[in-house]
């Protein structure tokens, strides 16, 4: 009971902790991508898949590995902070990084649409794609290796008992009665008494 007890505890707090560093995240997201630019001229909007990361490409590797980087690590974070809001210890790997990445795409279309209305923004299916992948790499480098670690913690890390120690402790008990008093046949008895044999006349 005090383990379920501490159990419950932490994962409310985790859920806490992860609820507030998600919202946190989104506005710092929000106040990124949804700002109006003051620029000159805009480019189209890209709906060819991997189109925008060869023009990236073209700029040279210094520029590429930028703007790729940029797209990679912008929701990269939801890949740790969504599994830690949900809180769940006890969850297949897969099926978290399936929730996780789907949330997470879902969350960079929304961005690509919601910046059709703001000036300056403009529509890139790549950035829709380097969002996600950011997400399923932050996801696999940090939540498994948490959760298993939580795990441990929270189930406690005691070492194994050893071998007979439970039955001994056990049979000891049972010997004993209230008080700590031995039972009577845990007394020691002495050596049996033996009858000699009497030889009877005929």
């Known amino acids: 009971m005090q383990r379920q007890g501490s159990g419950g505890s932490a994962a409310i707090r985790y859920r806490v902790a992860g609820l507030v560093l998600l919202f946190v995240h989104l506005v710092l997201v929000g106040w ?73 795409a879902l ?29 399923a790499l932050a996801h696999l480098a940090v939540v498994p290796a948490w959760r298993a670690r939580i795990r441990r913690r929270v189930r406690g890390g005691g070492g194994p008992a050893a071998p007979g120690s439970a039955d001994r402790r056990s049979v000891a008990g049972r010997r004993r009665g209230r008080g700590g008093t031995l039972l009577r046949e845990d007394v020691p008895q002495g050596a049996t008494p033996t009858i000699p044999r009497v030889g009877i006349a005929p």
């Open 32 to 104: 990124l991508t949804l700002r109006p630019l003051d620029v000159m001229w805009v480019t189209a909007a890209n709906l060819e898949p991997l189109a925008g990361i060869k023009a990236d490409l073209a700029l040279g590797p210094a520029q590429a590995a930028r703007r790729i980087a940029e797209g990679l690590l912008l929701l990269a974070p939801l890949g740790v902070l969504l599994p830690l809001a949900d809180a769940r210890l006890d969850v297949s790997p897969w099926a978290s990084l399936a929730r996780t990445v789907s949330a997470g």
């Open 107 to 135: 969350v960079s279309l929304g961005i690509e649409l919601l910046q059709t209305a703001v000036p300056g923004r403009v529509v890139d299916v790549d950035a829709v794609l380097l969002n996600t992948v950011g997400v």
